[in-house]
Each structure stands twice: as C-alpha cells, then as structure tokens.
C-alpha cells in the first residue's frame, strides 16, 4: 500500500485475479476520498469516490472501502485486465477551510502479466 | 468536449528564464487547480482558483504566480526558472458547487529547467 517515501510501493497481478491497493491517510478531518488512475504520460484518470458517511462503494470491476477507525482505504480492481497497469492514487479532501483541496498520496505501481 | 487542455506539452527552459503554462476547459466549472508531480510522488497543489477572480496559494506556490483570466482559462507563470522546477504540472479543474466533488486533469506539460 501507499506510504511516505522515496519508493512506489508495487503491485503485480496475473491477467484475471483481483487487485486490492492500500491507502493510509494521516487526517482524521478528512470526509472525502477519490481514487485515481495514471497511465504513462497521462494526466490522472478518476476511478471512484467515497464520502465518509459511507465505508463501501462499488462501481464497474472496482470497490472502494473506507475504514475511518485505522484511517484506511483500499481499492479492489475485479478480474484485473493488462490494461488496468498504471499508478494508482488515492486522494483525500479535509473539507471546511480545505475547499476544494486534495491531498495526494504517492502512488502505486500496478503491473498486470497477461 | 476536450476536458481539460495544456499548452505546452514539453518545454525545456535556461535557469532564469520565464514562461507561463496555459491551461483551458470547457465544462463550465468554476474551480481550477495547478499541480506539480515530481518523480515518486504524488501531486502537490501550487495554486488554485475557487471561482473566476480568485485565486489562492496551495502547498508548494514559491516560486509560481497564476493568473485567471476567464472562466475557461487558469495560467501558471515561472518567473525565473529553476532546476528545482523541473517537473510535470497538470492542471484540473472542478464544478466548485461542494467541496465534496472530482477533479478532472490534463494532460499535462513536462518542464526540464537546466
């Protein structure tokens, strides 16, 4: 999963299993949560989104779970595709004065073998 | 609908020289962010625009000033380059209706400061 550092933590599936990515957030003021793809050379790409008054959400192949009590949140990627291989983010939103303002995590490597 | 453009893609500049970085959209949001994405690490806010004629300093804006020339339109502008800039900045942007709400990015612009 994400932490602070100098190092992209990584990931590597084969062609048909499920993904889970981690995310630990440090601000417990936080109540919005996204998550993100970025491809190479691309900008990010939103994936899902989670308020805090929720702690499941499913989109297509994807599900977000938020557990507010370790302050963790992890993305599950379904039947995971070689084009579901990019870097994965997690962002959150403190709202109040943070209007608008995401914080990002580093990032994780997911490389899917086909 | 293009989303979000930046101009340019690539850009290779001299320590000490200036440039400003245009970015436009054309879904009618009124939030709009500049991002910096280093090596190994998710991206940190510059600057950001909660609506036309306001714009308001992120986590890292030394060194940066903006300009919100139009709804459509959020400039990012290096004043005197430096290597430390070196760097890919995307811009986003957002409705600006809730703070609870998805950032959609460019592409991004890749600068190499020498």
């Known amino acids: 999963g994400e932490s602070v550092g100098l190092h992209l933590p990584t990931l590597s599936v084969q062609e048909g299993d499920n993904s889970i990515i981690n995310c630990a957030y440090s601000?417990?003021?936080?109540?919005?949560f996204i998550w993100y793809k970025q491809e190479s050379g691309k900008g990010p790409q939103f994936i899902i989104d989670?308020?805090?008054?929720?702690d499941k959400r499913q989109g297509q192949r994807v599900t977000v779970l938020l557990n507010k009590t370790v302050k963790h949140l992890s993305l599950q990627i379904a039947a995971t595709q070689p084009g579901d291989s990019a870097v994965y983010f997690c962002?959150?939103?403190?709202?109040?004065?943070?209007?608008?303002?995401?914080?990002f995590g580093q990032g994780t490597i997911l490389t899917v073998h086909p | 609908n293009a989303g979000v453009t930046q101009t340019p893609k690539f850009q290779v500049l001299k320590t000490g020289q200036s440039m400003t970085l245009q970015c436009a959209q054309d879904?009618?949001?009124?939030?709009m962010y500049w991002y910096r994405q280093d090596p190994g690490m998710g991206l940190r806010l510059i600057y950001y625009?909660?609506?036309?004629?306001?714009?308001d300093k992120g986590e890292v804006p030394n060194g940066y000033n903006v300009s919100r020339l139009n709804k459509r339109e959020f400039s990012l502008r290096l004043e005197s380059a430096a290597p430390s800039q070196t760097s890919v900045y995307f811009c986003?942007?957002?409705?600006?209706?809730?703070?609870?709400?998805?950032?959609?990015f460019g592409p991004g612009t890749r600068l190499l400061v020498l």
């Open positions: 986003a942007s957002s409705d600006g209706l809730a703070y609870q709400e998805t950032q959609y």
């Open positions: 601000n417990s003021a936080s109540d919005y």
């Open positions: 989670i308020r805090s008054n929720m």
């Open positions: 962002a959150e939103n403190a709202g109040g004065t943070s209007y608008g303002k995401l914080t």
């Open positions: 879904m009618n949001h009124n939030s």
């Open positions: 625009s909660a609506s036309e004629g306001t714009t």
